[in-house]
C-alpha cells in the first residue's frame, strides 16, 4: 500500500509584499490624503471623549464640590470609554486609514513594513494635531472644569517611581500592538474571513483592559498623541517633566510586539509548515 500524499501548495499564503521604505508615488494619490484626513479626525473625537469623560468623573468624585466620592463612572468607565472609541473609531476608519489613531500603533507596522516612511511620519503628525484639537475643544467647553481637574494629562500617581511607569507604558503598549498585530494578520484574514469583521472588537477590548490596570499608575497613556495633545493644552510643568515616559515606553513596547509577532510568531509558524511538509 502506497502512502497517499496530497499536495496542499496551492493552498498555502503568500505574504503580501513589504510597503517600500519612502513612496513618492503616494503623495499623488487622493487615498493618501483621505487616509491622513480620517486619522487626524478619529484622534480629535478619540480625545474629545475620553478626557470628557475623565474630568467629568473628576467633579462628579470632588466631595469639595458637592460630588460623591463614590459616584460618577470611576475608574471602569473610563477604561471602557477609552476601549469603546478605540472599537468605533477603528471599526469606522479601518477600510480607509488602517485605523491606527495611535502613533505607536503606526512606528510598529513602519518596523513590520506595513506602512511606508511617508505615511508613517504623516499620520503620526495628523494623529498628534487631531489630539491637540480634540482637546482643544474639551478645555474651551468645559473651561470651568478643565483646569481645576488637570485637563486629562497624564503624570505618575504618588508611590510609584518614574521607572514604574516607564515599565507599565512599555508592557500595556506591548499588549495593544501585539493584538492589533494578531487582529489584523492577513493570514488569519485569508483563512478565516470573520477576522477582519471582528479585528476592532480585540483592539479595542486591549485598551479597556491596560486601561483598568495602569489607570492608577500612569493614568494610561499607551498613545503618544493621546499624552501630547493633553499635556499641549493643559502646558503644565509637572506634565512635561514626566511627558517623556509617554513617548519612550509606547515606542519601545511597539517595537518589541512588532519583533515578536514578525520575527518569532510568524517565523515559527513558516517553519512549523517546512516540518509538517517534509514529514508528509
Known amino acids: 500500500?502506497?502512502?497517499?500524499?496530497?499536495?496542499?501548495?496551492?493552498?498555502?499564503?503568500?505574504?503580501?509584499?513589504?510597503?517600500?521604505?519612502?513612496?513618492?508615488?503616494?503623495?499623488?494619490?487622493?487615498?493618501?490624503?483621505?487616509?491622513?484626513?480620517?486619522?487626524?479626525?478619529?484622534?480629535?473625537?478619540?480625545?474629545?471623549?475620553?478626557?470628557?469623560?475623565?474630568?467629568?468623573?473628576?467633579?462628579?468624585?470632588?466631595?469639595?464640590?458637592?460630588?460623591?466620592?463614590?459616584?460618577?463612572?470611576?475608574?471602569?468607565?473610563?477604561?471602557?470609554?477609552?476601549?469603546?472609541?478605540?472599537?468605533?473609531?477603528?471599526?469606522?476608519?479601518?477600510g480607509i486609514s488602517g485605523g491606527h489613531i495611535n502613533p505607536a500603533v503606526t512606528f510598529g507596522l513602519f518596523l513590520a513594513r506595513k506602512v511606508s516612511l511617508i505615511r508613517a511620519v504623516l499620520y503620526m503628525v495628523a494623529q498628534c494635531l487631531g489630539a491637540i484639537c480634540g482637546v482643544g475643544f474639551v478645555k474651551a467647553f468645559q473651561s470651568a472644569y478643565y483646569n481645576r481637574y488637570g485637563g486629562g494629562v497624564n503624570?505618575?500617581?504618588?508611590?510609584?517611581?518614574?521607572?514604574?511607569?516607564?515599565?507599565?507604558?512599555?508592557?500595556?503598549?506591548?499588549?495593544?500592538?501585539?493584538?492589533v498585530f494578531s487582529a489584523t494578520d492577513p493570514k488569519r484574514n485569508a483563512r478565516d474571513s470573520h477576522v477582519p469583521v471582528l479585528a476592532p472588537l480585540p483592539i479595542g477590548f486591549a485598551?479597556?483592559?491596560?486601561?483598568?490596570?495602569?489607570?492608577?499608575?500612569?493614568?494610561?497613556?499607551?498613545?503618544?498623541?493621546r499624552s501630547f495633545g493633553a499635556a499641549v493644552i493643559f502646558n503644565g510643568d509637572k506634565a512635561w517633566d514626566e511627558h517623556w515616559i509617554f513617548w519612550v515606553g509606547p515606542f519601545i513596547g511597539a517595537f518589541i510586539a512588532a519583533f515578536y509577532h514578525q520575527f518569532v510568531l510568524r517565523a515559527g509558524a513558516i517553519k512549523a509548515l517546512g516540518s509538517f511538509r517534509s514529514n508528509a
Open 1 to 94: 500500500m502506497t502512502k497517499e500524499v496530497t499536495d496542499f501548495s496551492a493552498k498555502d499564503y503568500t505574504d503580501p509584499p513589504p510597503a517600500p521604505l519612502v513612496d513618492f508615488e503616494e503623495l499623488r494619490q487622493w487615498s493618501f490624503y483621505r487616509a491622513i484626513i480620517a486619522e487626524f479626525i478619529a484622534t480629535l473625537l478619540f480625545l474629545y471623549v475620553t478626557i470628557l469623560t475623565v474630568i467629568g468623573y473628576k467633579h462628579q468624585a470632588d466631595v469639595d464640590a458637592g460630588g460623591d466620592v463614590c459616584g460618577g463612572v470611576g475608574i471602569l468607565g473610563i477604561a471602557w470609554a477609552f476601549g469603546g472609541m478605540i472599537f468605533i473609531l477603528v471599526y469606522c476608519t479601518a
Open 155 to 179: 503624570v505618575m500617581a504618588g508611590g510609584h517611581s518614574k521607572g514604574v511607569g516607564l515599565g507599565a507604558e512599555i508592557i500595556g503598549t506591548f499588549v495593544l500592538v501585539y493584538t
Open 207 to 225: 485598551v479597556f483592559m491596560v486601561h483598568l490596570a495602569t489607570i492608577p499608575v500612569t493614568g494610561t497613556g499607551i498613545n503618544p498623541a
